[in-house]
């Protein structure tokens, strides 16, 4: 006969479920992200209009961990342009992207979605 796996341990009479283990609607048991990754970020960015889009989505592009960038012009005015980009990756440091950002002059206005695996 086989194994019957529990997610939680029962100790002194109190039942604790495993970290990585939560237990579900339907009666049974979910994995939990071990260690949440971001791998999809969709940003509302100010940039002043230097650099250019295609020379800002290649340094956006210069960040480890990024396979795709995606920026649309969603307004322009006399000195910023808006923009929407949308960044995904194996990994992302949102924190280290909104600090390269800022080395071209562009400000993150809001995080507007984000998926983590």
């Given amino acids: 006969m086989g194994s019957v796996f529990y997610p939680y341990t029962i ?10 283990y939560l237990p579900d609607t339907s009666g049974g ?6 260690k949440p990754k971001i791998i999809h970020l969709v940003l509302d960015v100010l940039k002043p209009h230097q650099p250019p889009l295609p020379e800002f989505a290649q340094f956006m592009g210069e960040l480890p961990g990024l ?9 322009m005015d006399e ?7 949308i960044v ?3 990994s992302l440091d949102y924190e280290e992207l909104k600090g390269h950002m800022a080395r071209q002059g562009a400000v ?7 998926v983590v695996e």
């Fill in 79 to 85: 000195k910023t342009e808006s923009l929407r980009i």
């Fill in 67 to 75: 396979t795709r960038v995606d920026i649309s012009l969603v307004e």
């Fill in 11 to 20: 100790k002194a009479g109190v039942q604790s479920y495993l970290p990585e």
């Fill in 108 to 114: 993150i206005h809001s995080v507007d979605k984000v």
């Fill in 88 to 90: 995904e990756g194996t």
């Fill in 29 to 34: 048991y979910v994995k939990t992200l071990e």
